[in-house]
């Protein structure tokens, strides 16, 4: 045989040799490492979020009831006033006079009627005499009753303690009838009005307790409790208003503001799982289950509540194994390794 030929064969022979005890030597490839965990009980409670407005415990404008001049104004910019306090007075002196001279008829008249009788008495006045001088007395008082309801008008009070809003008008200044001349508002507590979806409507009842917080105050929460649901409900939107009640300590709170509401309408204890260990497929939610060899069950479960990071689970039977972290990477009927950093659940694969 050639040696050339000979040369060629033996190097063939030793690079077969050397590609085989490489493919007898190279490791299988290794199954994915996953870190798993039991599904832990969990009280989840059920939240009911809607953005309300708040509205002034009470609140009224008042304005102007004829048109005449104001003599005196009687309340600060922004002021707290009692309730009886005068907050304005507008010229009466015509009504004044008017009065006065009501009260001088009222008398005369009631005189007259004094004399009238003690001559009926004695019989030289007639009972019609008597009658028409007692009609007299009193449309006198009648008059001097108008002229004094005519001043009161004249004379504008707080119906309540409150805040006054700020002056718009000054003393001297003419004033039509309706004109507003300052608003009160009881800020000693705040009604928050909000809408609810009626789907809803079975998990509210008054006194049921709401968690408030405004833009202004983020991180003061405030609790309040349901007062009132509108008995009817709104056709175009489908929701209902609801009315809460809040305490204002400080007087924070004002008549206007946008405030987050947050009901706890329900709670309830579940088994919950971290959400990343839940995966879907179309509607439907899945989670991999490891058994006792390593290996892995795509089961379908039901999901419901979510809260801090977990999602409430049903649907696997207790003490189930769930991968938590690694998800891509394992897949129904694989198998897997259990991460040490978790011995109570840590499961040594088969090589």
């Known amino acids: 045989m050639p040696l050339a030929l000979v040369i060629l064969l033996a190097t063939a022979g030793c690079d077969a040799t050397g590609d085989a005890g490489r493919t007898a030597t190279r490791p299988g490839k290794a199954p994915p490492l996953v870190a798993v965990a039991t599904p832990q009980p969990h009280r989840f409670i059920n939240r009911i979020e809607a953005v309300g407005t708040a509205r002034a415990n009470e609140q009224v404008t008042l304005s102007s009831p004829v048109t005449d ?101 000054s003393e001297g200044a003419i004033v039509a ?36 917080t405004s833009a202004a105050w983020p991180d003061i929460p405030l609790s309040g409790v349901i007062q009132m649901i509108d008995p009817v409900i709104d056709p175009a939107t489908r929701a209902v208003t609801v009315r809460a009640i809040l305490p204002n300590a400080g007087n924070r709170l004002k008549p206007g503001m946008l405030l987050t509401v947050g009901i706890e309408a329900a709670a309830r204890d579940g088994l919950a799982v971290p959400e990343m260990a839940v995966t879907g497929d179309g509607a439907d939610r899945f989670v991999h289950v490891v058994d006792a060899d390593g290996t892995v069950h795509r089961t379908k479960v039901q999901i419901g509540i979510r809260d801090a990071g977990l999602v409430e689970i049903r649907g696997l039977p207790a003490g189930s194994r769930v991968v938590t972290e690694g998800v891509v990477k394992v897949s129904d009927g694989g198998r897997v390794r259990i991460r040490a950093a978790q011995p109570a659940l840590a499961l040594r694969a088969a090589p």
Request: glycine share 6%; aromatic share 4%; net charge neutral.
């Open 177 to 212: 009838s309706g004109t507003p001349i300052a608003t009160i508002s009881d800020l000693s507590r705040i009604k928050l009005d909000f809408a609810v979806p009626e789907t809803v409507l079975s998990a509210l009842k008054p006194g049921q307790t709401i968690i408030a």
């Open 69 to 169: 001049r104001i003599e005196q104004l009687s309340f600060r910019d922004g002021g707290f006033v009692s309730k009886g306090q005068i907050i304005a007075v507008l010229a009466h002196d015509e009504e004044e006079a008017a009065l006065a001279g009501a009260l001088a008829d009222a008398q005369q008249a009631q005189h007259q009627l004094e004399r009238l009788e003690a001559l009926g008495a004695r019989g030289f006045a007639s009972s019609a005499v008597i009658d028409l001088q007692r009609a007299t007395a009193r449309r006198a008082q009648a008059q001097a009753a108008s002229a004094r309801a005519q001043i009161a008008d004249r004379v504008i009070r707080a119906p309540f303690s409150g805040f006054a809003s700020l002056r718009t008008i």
